[in-house]
């Protein structure tokens, strides 16, 4: 059974930082390509940010040179460390991947970026 697990969000103020976790069990972690997406209320939900097998990384334009995703497969785990956040940066933040040509996703983390 494939579990996503999310955590570290929370109410940050202005220029603050988070680092969002997401732990993977039920797939080979090492082999399988791995997203963190948001979704806003009243908006669709936006991939933020994207890291292969070989940790190659893509963003979002938005958040480049502020959010780092990377990973650690002896963890099993993804992480999203978010810097100079923005307002706009509020959402609910999802790690997902796609193993055996389906796509799985985590529960969600609330990140609220307010002073």
């Known amino acids: 059974q494939v579990q996503l697990v999310e955590s570290g969000g929370g109410l940050v103020q202005p220029g603050g930082s988070l680092r969002l976790s997401c732990a993977a069990s039920?797939?080979?972690?090492?082999?399988?390509?791995m997203g963190w997406y948001r979704q806003a209320p009243g908006k669709e939900r936006e991939l933020v940010a994207s890291i292969t097998t070989g940790s190659f990384t893509n963003y979002a334009d938005s958040v480049k040179g502020r959010l780092t995703i990377s990973r650690d497969n002896a963890k099993s785990t993804v992480y999203l460390q978010m810097n100079s956040l923005k307002p706009e940066d509020t959402a609910v933040y999802y790690c997902?991947?796609?193993?055996?040509?389906?796509?799985?996703w985590g529960q969600g983390t609330q990140v609220t970026v307010s002073s």
């Open positions: 039920g797939i080979i972690f090492v082999a399988s390509s």
């Open positions: 997902s991947t796609s193993w055996l040509a389906r796509r799985y």
